[in-house]
């Protein structure tokens, strides 16, 4: 959580700029996804923790409360979503990926939109799920929104089928029929990124309606 003075406000779906100084002036930035909607002058970023990343591993285990840090935005204005959008919407997120998805998701039930919400959610196991306790929350709670999940390596007991990557039957059983004209909202690693997209397109979506952010 970062208080930011004069927060402009920002959409679901954009990012900032972090970027830390060490005493001897190197400076180093990157981009992180904002993980919840525009309240006042407080940002929330989910940050992963990167083995040997600078700026990771600083935020995770050194930063505190009361410590500087500078940051730039909002950025970006296509990857978004926002509550006057009536389209259903189908998110696929990969790992780390469902961050801008989960501030859609959040964005959705604080305007208490009825816009219908899909998400597939491809992790390697259970244990990797960001958000596991609110996401079975609003499964649960939040009325027209489903959520997925794909297991890439292992999956619990009574899971169906056995953990694989991301495929056409996923995509489509999961997703909108075309005929919606869905927003589709992809986010994750950038392999995973293109092949879903792509899996998307074949399956018959406007591809201007299929928005992607990729990382890595």
């Not at 939040?142 to 694989?164: E, F, I, K, N, Q």
């Amino acid at each position: 959580m970062l208080d930011v003075p004069d927060w402009p406000g920002h959409d679901a779906g954009q990012h900032l700029d972090v970027r830390l100084t060490a005493p001897d002036g190197y400076t180093t930035q990157r981009s992180y996804s904002l993980a919840a909607p525009a309240d006042g002058d407080r940002v929330e970023l989910t940050v992963q923790q990167v083995d040997d990343g600078e700026v990771s591993e600083y935020l995770t285990s050194v930063y505190a409360v009361g410590d500087p840090v500078e940051v730039r935005g909002p950025v970006g204005g296509w990857f978004v979503w926002r509550p006057a959008q009536l389209e259903p919407v189908f998110l696929v997120a990969g790992g780390s990926g469902i961050v801008p998805l989960m501030a859609m998701v959040r964005a959705r039930a604080a305007a208490g939109s009825r816009t219908p919400f899909r998400l597939l959610y491809s992790v390697r196991s259970p244990e990797e799920i960001i958000f596991a306790d609110e996401l079975r929350r609003r499964a649960r709670d939040d009325r027209g929104l489903d959520v997925r999940y794909l297991y890439t390596r292992s999956a619990p007991d009574g899971w169906p089928g056995r953990p694989h990557r991301i495929t056409v039957a996923d995509l489509n059983d999961a997703g909108w029929p075309t005929d919606l004209a869905p927003a589709c909202f992809v986010c994750g690693p950038t392999g995973f990124v293109e092949t879903a997209a792509d899996i998307l397109v074949a399956l018959g979506h406007d591809p201007r309606r299929v928005k992607t952010e990729r990382f890595g």
